[in-house]
């Protein structure tokens, strides 16, 4: 093996940093030494510790060496998931690139890239290309586009476990085939943070067998400090919300105490109602706070964002919109209200502060309601234990492969078996059969593989040169707007009649408004005023409060690993170690919880039976998330109405689910072995839900990534009208007429992979069959039941009633507990 | 294919829904029929979304169910025959209009009507512009050429209800909406949208499925 330290390169980079007062980390000189070797691989390491100038620098200590190798054009492809990620990169290697005193030019391209700079990006691609793995399809799409990429010498995937696990993940695999096609000798790159599956990331990204690889794993690591923010006193009861008002006095001295705090909320919704409770309580933080989401314009995100730079704002309340993205170097506390779901979410969150290298991150948890405490201690434990949830490649996505197969057949055309050879290697379609292929190939070329072939049918066409292309002008510009595997739900642009954009709420929320109505959007209260053409037109509005939006899909689910923790945390709890504060100051509801029912041992499953004058509930708590819990419910119910036809309401949080019934329930000692049974377990699931209807919305997705349905962009006038159609009309018509259709099949395997989980439902069901089951009889709520009891109150009333009749429900339960 | 039907009194006259997305007036063995967008499926297919054309062949073959069960002189069309272009897809509507050679074809044009009235007349098709007026019932597509006082059929709405069932469970349904002075007709083609809105006040809704028509 050479040692890079050696060469000639090498000491141009040591000279230029130690000028700047650094030295280089080992895992940068490990990541150096494996490039001047020639090996691919994946470099780990947490945010804050230079994982850029890993791999950007051996790119350079390379050139420097060798620059003959490196022919005019793009040298280095630099794929991150965001554009503003990608922005400031660039300024960093910019300034790298002109104190080392290269020639090189970094440029970034994306959706925002002005036509003038394409233009000239095209004429001569900069060395060093920044860009988004779905601006890399659209360059596929483009004629002659295999020149821009013959000269690479190598592809970086930057924060490569963002991209993992989802459809994006797909077209960088792809995109990684196409280069490697077009440069046989480049090296890829992978940029991670530390996830729980760290090899099949690698074999995911480089499924190559000829290429030979190595990971660097960074020594270097970031301490967290975990804060739980408790309420004054403990609610016995307690219901989710509720300690949203005290708890939000409680985090102002926060903010005051730090330069730069960054709040993170589970939900869009949420953030809205965070930041308009902050203000009541502390008006003066006006003009100093800021509110960030997805939903929020893009330029008053890109200034907001600024602004955190420049440090000019105490707070910004935020969702998963800041969870990735630029380093803020003035962000000195982060604050997480309610649960994260994940352990690796919540570290990420942690890691937004205390950016430079060996700070500690600091972040303060703020429970929504007190058996979130729970949550706080599984997270100390699996932060220490360093359990890291793994991401789960996609495979078999068809869209993804549709839409490929048209960007090439726009851009250049491509050699069906050439194409199918490549694409095989790819690790999402491995078992991609040649059957499946085919169908894929009658798909784009005639619609299907229907009997019937239909003549006017021509998106893909065979020419004469036997290459797969498109040649229509039309079809060419819808596929190209289409471009990309991020399918954001039917939105309306909010804009200000008098000029401005504010940001989109969903056409489901403002279809229940009318003109006049009020709504908070961006922590402003907005009138509507009238809505047309995608666009509803407001003015500010005096009024201090409204509804706010809803967004949907705002609920995360529970990750299997940090449900673990919970219920190992849960059955300590009785006799929680003197370090655990947050077991101790919950020890009032931990006792009430054993005293009128159980608390389950990590071996025991509990199931409360209570009698109200509501009906007969069922309790059950496997701690496995509020998705999982939605399928449990369901079947429970399903195999208890084998036993007894009854009609259930069904509710449930991250914790456990509910079962009402006005009749009683047929569970006692020997149904509840069958009842929990493992056996017929996905039969009886299908059985009790209605998965045509589940498959239909996940059909949405896959309808726009491979074409079906034409997107109309908010803003814009609705142009093609004419194509307008659902998803869900497209769904019904292909399952009447064209079953066997893959893309159909594959909204069913969404179903029940991401849906249904099935694995973990299946897991869930093994544990439960070795538990011993518990079984109690209560007359009123317990303290495990009473938040699942409140969130299906909250579905079917309003909020004022609902305040009351909570009250009245714990009052109730009080008196009979006499506490 | 089951036709069930429901008799409601209209302007001293007896008009007939049906679960198949026909309304049929038998004092003037009329069938009254709206939003059919034959083309969408082929005009789909030129873009390069592959549609089955099955789904026309379905609408036709339900079509001529209703004008051999009605023994229907007239089908009036109020609205939105064709989605676009001329395609294939009208091919084969001309073909079923040659079938049915008996039978008086007519159109109120829609707002996707946009072929030359003399397009419509070589396939034996009489074109209205607005409205027709038949024995004190206006036909129009769009409401707006409605006038207050006249009873007033239209389509272009593709009105649709919402059933809500346990839980978050809810299916979307074709209805006819009906009130004093109006009444609007589903959309004909299964390839079709719906609109949960109520485009009337106080209106009631016919809502069907295969196999029955109920009052909502």
């Known amino acids: 093996m050479k040692n890079v330290q050696d060469s000639q390169g090498y000491q141009i980079i040591a000279d230029w940093m130690h000028e700047k007062g650094q030295k280089p980390f080992d895992f940068q000189l490990q990541t150096w030494n494996q490039y001047h070797n020639g090996y691919s691989g994946m470099v780990v390491a947490p945010t804050g510790f230079g994982k850029t100038f890993s791999v950007f620098l051996a790119v350079v200590i390379d050139y420097l060496n060798q620059p003959e190798a490196y022919k005019k054009g793009m040298k280095l492809l630099w794929v991150s998931p965001l554009r503003s990620l990608a922005k400031d990169l660039a300024k960093a290697m910019i300034i790298a690139v002109e104190e080392i005193g290269l020639d090189w030019e970094v440029e970034v391209r994306n959706g925002d890239t002005p036509q003038k700079d394409r233009r000239r990006q095209e004429r001569l691609m900069p060395d060093v290309l920044l860009t988004t793995p779905e601006t890399l399809h659209i360059l596929f799409s483009q004629k002659n586009n295999s020149r821009f990429f013959k000269t690479l010498n190598c592809i970086a995937i930057d924060e490569w476990h963002e991209l993992l696990g989802s459809k994006r993940g797909v077209l960088t695999e792809l995109a990684v085939s196409r280069l490697l096609s077009l440069s046989p000798k480049m090296l890829i790159y992978g940029i991670t943070a530390t996830i729980g599956n760290l090899d099949e990331a690698q074999r995911v990204l480089i499924p190559y067998e000829h290429i030979k690889t190595k990971r660097i794993v960074a020594k270097e690591k970031k301490k967290i400090e975990i804060v739980s923010v408790l309420p004054d006193e403990i609610e016995v009861l307690p219901w989710a919300g509720h300690m949203g008002v005290k708890m939000a006095a409680k985090i102002i001295p926060i903010i005051y105490e730090n330069n730069t705090t960054l709040i993170f909320t589970n939900t869009r919704n949420q953030s809205e109602i965070w930041y308009q409770q902050i203000l009541k309580i502390e008006p003066d933080l006006a003009g100093q706070i800021a509110i960030h989401h997805g939903s929020i314009d893009a330029e008053l995100r890109n200034w907001i964002e600024d602004a955190i730079s420049d440090g000019l704002l105490r707070a910004v309340v935020c969702t998963s919109s800041l969870d990735l993205g630029v380093d803020f170097k003035p962000v000195d506390c982060v604050i997480q209200i309610g649960s994260p779901k994940g352990i690796a979410r919540f570290m990420q969150r942690a890691g937004r502060s205390g950016h430079s290298p060996y700070e500690t991150s600091k972040i303060y948890f703020v429970p929504t309601h007190s058996l979130e405490l729970i949550e706080a201690a599984a997270l100390k434990q699996a932060v220490k234990d360093k359990r890291i949830e793994a991401r789960e490649p996609m495979v078999l996505t068809f869209d993804v492969l549709i839409q490929y197969m048209v960007s090439l057949a726009v851009g250049e055309g491509f050699n069906e078996k050439e194409l199918f050879a490549a694409v095989q290697k790819v690790h999402a379609f491995h078992y991609m059969t040649e059957e499946d292929w085919h169908w894929a190939l009658h798909f784009i070329t005639e619609g299907g593989n229907t009997l019937k072939s239909y003549e006017e049918y021509h998106k893909v066409i065979i020419d004469d040169d036997g290459l797969y292309k498109v040649k229509s002008r039309r079809i060419a510009m819808l596929h190209r707007m289409n471009i990309g595997a991020i399918v954001s739900d039917a939105m309306l642009k909010v804009k200000f009649f008098s000029g401005g954009y504010i940001g989109m709420v969903e056409e489901y929320f403002i279809s229940k408004l009318k003109p006049n109505d009020h709504f908070i959007l961006a922590g402003r209260v907005l009138e509507i005023v009238t809505i047309k053409d995608m666009t509803v037109l407001v003015k500010r509005s005096k009024r201090k409060s409204a509804v706010t939006p809803s967004w949907l899909g705002g609920r995360l689910p529970l990750s299997s690993y940090l449900s673990q923790y919970l219920r190992e945390k849960l059955s300590e709890s009785l006799h929680p170690k003197t370090t655990e504060k947050e077991l101790k100051f919950l020890h009032p509801l931990i006792s009430q919880q054993e005293k009128h029912s159980h608390i389950p041992e990590k071996d025991e499953f509990l199931i409360e039976l209570i009698e109200t004058k509501d009906g007969h509930h069922v309790f059950m708590y496997p701690f496995e998330g509020r998705l999982v819990h939605e399928v449990m419910a369901a079947l429970i119910a399903y195999r208890l109405s084998l036993i007894k036809p009854l009609t259930f309401t069904i509710a449930m949080n991250d914790y456990g689910f509910e079962l009402l019934s006005d009749q009683s329930i047929p569970i006692d000692e020997h149904t509840i072995k069958t009842i929990l049974s493992k056996e017929n377990l996905m039969e009886h699931v299908i059985g009790s839900i209605n998965a045509s209807e589940m498959a239909s919305r996940k059909f949405r997705d896959i309808a726009v990534i491979s074409g079906l349905v034409v997107q109309s962009q908010p803003g814009n006038r609705k142009n093609n009208k004419s194509l307008q159609s659902s998803s869900g009309l497209i769904f019904r018509v292909l399952e009447d007429y064209e079953p066997q259709n893959l893309l159909l099949r594959q909204a069913y395997t969404e179903v029940f992979n991401q849906q249904l989980e099935e694995v973990r439902l299946k897991e869930a069901f093994e544990r439960i069959s070795k538990s011993k089951l518990i079984l109690k009889f209560a007359k009123s709520f317990s303290p495990l039941s009473f938040p699942i009891k409140v969130d299906s109150l909250r579905q079917s009333l309003t909020s004022e009633d609902l305040d009351a009749r909570i009250r009245r429900i714990r009052d109730e339960v009080m008196k009979q507990t006499q506490i | ?216």
Not at chain 2, 51 to 59: F, K
Not at chain 2, 81 to 88: G, Q, R, V
Not at chain 2, 100 to 116: M, P, V, Y
Not at chain 2, 168 to 186: D, G, M, N
Request: net charge neutral; with cysteine; proline share 2%.
């Open chain 2, 1 to 216: 294919m089951t036709i069930i039907t429901k008799d409601i009194s209209v302007h001293l006259t007896t008009l007939t829904l049906t679960n198949q997305r026909a309304l049929y007036w038998k004092a003037e063995a009329t069938l009254v029929v709206s939003d059919l967008h034959i083309g969408k499926t082929a005009h789909f297919r030129k873009a390069g979304i592959a549609i089955p054309s099955a789904v026309l062949d379905t609408d036709l073959k339900r079509l001529q169910a209703l004008i051999d069960r009605f023994n229907v002189r007239t089908v009036l069309v109020v609205g939105d025959l064709f989605h676009a272009e001329n395609n294939t897809d009208i091919d084969q509507f001309q073909t079923f209009i040659q079938k049915n050679a008996s039978i008086t074809f007519e159109l109120i044009k829609g707002n996707h009507d946009r072929l030359k009235d003399s397009f419509y007349e070589a396939l034996g098709i009489s074109v209205f512009k607005t409205h027709k007026d038949v024995n004190g019932i206006r036909f129009v597509h769009d409401e707006q050429h409605c006038e207050p006082t006249v009873f007033c059929v239209s389509g272009h709405t593709h009105p649709g209800v919402t059933i809500k069932g346990r839980g978050k469970v809810f299916i979307k349904l074709p209805c006819f909406e009906v009130s004093e002075q109006r009444l609007i007709l589903p959309a004909f083609s299964e390839f079709t949208g719906l609109n949960t809105k109520r485009t009337v006040d106080a209106s009631v809704c016919y809502g069907f499925t295969e196999k029955s028509l109920f009052e909502l």
